[in-house]
């Protein structure tokens, strides 16, 4: 399936399992259909995060916890001041540290998260830090890295030899601690209070971890739970360091009571100096100005535009033609396409499959299925239901999807029987 027939599929989801209309109904929910949710871009808008962040934290503060008893409102309290510290650094002064957040299976996900994600945060004050983060992504298909240094009013990304600068918000907020993203949202709804907040327990005192004495924060699972964020639904624990609230050491855990995400830091150093330099913003790239494609002639345009070899089935079942070439318009900066779609036709004219192909890293639909060989050992994935077919696979460094039946960028999808596309995958070459 192509990345673009995502809504489609869950709206479908939504349709059959009836949701209803209020978030504390989802319980019964839950035990009738899978939750779902997209991978969360690395690469987040800085701005936006931390304006939300701020107005939430100040707010959480502000209004106190009405009608909990002492030790509630301690736990409640400690929720709230770990939730500013990992928001933008409230309370810790300089420091340097390392975080590993490990992302587990926790039902049915279109996207499967990162499964491992190592940030190394620089921190001197909510206006100077740095941050880089390297990314294993999953089905083997490498790593990446993303570094954010924050300077003043201004905030530099580098990702894949790119650079681009933007400007921070005034008030010099902004998470030094992307990895502690999930842990924040829960924190922040315990420490609120109110008919959807968890519980928050204060255990005790924990184990040191890198140094530092800890106490244990016991979080309960959600009366609201959330299918688009399951890894909040059930039970939490974390250990906080005892000093500063700065979450050392988590464990999420989804609306089955399985394990969904932990967040380790392994490594921390506070009142850090930095050298010269630490947060100086590199000079931005060149804005690339690239035609708008979304449509190509023939497959020997498709060639040229394409940033790599694409793999094309050789072998076309049931009278299929070439029909439509089309793109979602990604590109590299040299303004080469990354991705593509062509739609094959049956005799009559009518759509019946279309071929998705992109890198193998991006964030493309990985509906689970069926374990499907494809000779040279190459195994796809075969979903079958709500009147599709997909057949996905990670071939020569691509990700590639053939899809029958349905719809997808808007196209009807007459469809072909499954032992025709799992041939067309298997005849896919350069």
């Known amino acids: 399936m192509t990345r673009y027939s995502t809504e489609t599929r869950l709206a479908d989801l939504a349709r059959t399992a009836a949701l209803p209309d209020s978030p504390c109904a989802l319980p019964d929910v839950l035990a009738r259909v899978p939750a779902a949710r997209r991978r969360r871009l690395v690469v987040r808008s800085a701005v936006a995060t931390a304006a939300a962040t701020a107005i939430t934290v100040t707010a959480a503060v502000a209004s106190g916890v009405v009608g909990l008893s002492s030790g509630e409102q301690a736990s409640a309290a400690v929720a709230r001041q770990s939730a500013a510290a990992l928001a933008h650094g409230t309370g810790l002064g300089s420091f340097e540290l390392t975080m590993v957040t490990t992302n587990y299976p926790v039902g049915f996900q279109p996207e499967p998260p990162p499964p491992r994600a190592v940030t190394e945060v620089q921190y001197a004050n909510p206006r100077h830090w740095r941050e ?3 990314v294993t992504e999953p089905f083997g298909e490498g ?28 008030d010099g907020s902004g998470p030094p601690l992307p990895g502690g993203e999930l842990p924040l949202r829960q924190l922040l709804a315990a420490g609120t209070g109110g ?46 360091d005892a000093r500063t609230n700065l979450v050392l050491r988590a464990q999420l855990h989804g609306p089955r009571g399985q394990l969904a995400e932990t967040v380790q830091v392994t490594s921390i150093g506070y009142g850090a100096a930095f050298r010269p330099g630490t947060f100086a913003i590199p000079r931005p790239s060149p804005p690339a100005v690239c035609p708008v494609i979304t449509t190509l ?67 493309a639909v990985r509906f689970p299925g069926r374990p499907v060989a494809l000779g040279r050992g190459i195994t796809g994935t075969l979903d079958t239901g709500y009147g599709m077919t ?38 896919a070459r350069q």
């Open 143 to 170: 790593t990446q890295t993303i570094t954010q240094v924050r300077n003043g009013r201004q905030l530099a990304t580098i990702s894949s030899g790119k650079v681009s600068v933007e400007r921070a918000p005034s």
């Open 297 to 363: 002639p023939s497959m020997a345009a498709l060639r040229l535009a394409l940033a790599y070899p694409p793999l094309i089935p050789t072998v076309l079942p049931s009278g299929l033609r070439t029909g439509a070439i089309g793109s979602g318009g990604t590109m590299t900066g040299g303004c080469k396409l990354t991705d593509f779609t062509i739609t094959y036709d049956l005799p009559s004219g009518r759509p019946a499959v279309q071929l998705y192909e992109a890198p193998s890293s991006s964030p």
């Open 132 to 134: 880089v983060t390297t």
């Open 390 to 427: 997909v057949l996905w696979w990670i071939q020569d460094g691509r990700y590639c999807s053939l899809q029958s039946g349905g719809v997808t960028t808007g196209v009807p999808l007459a469809g072909i029987p499954e032992d025709a596309l799992i041939r067309m995958a298997a005849s």
């Open 195 to 240: 008919r959807c907040a968890p519980s928050a327990a204060l255990g005790g005192q924990g184990p040191v971890i890198v140094g530092r004495p800890t106490i244990v924060l016991q979080i309960g699972a959600s009366p609201c739970p959330s299918a688009d964020v399951p890894q909040l639904d059930g039970p939490a624990t974390y250990w906080l």
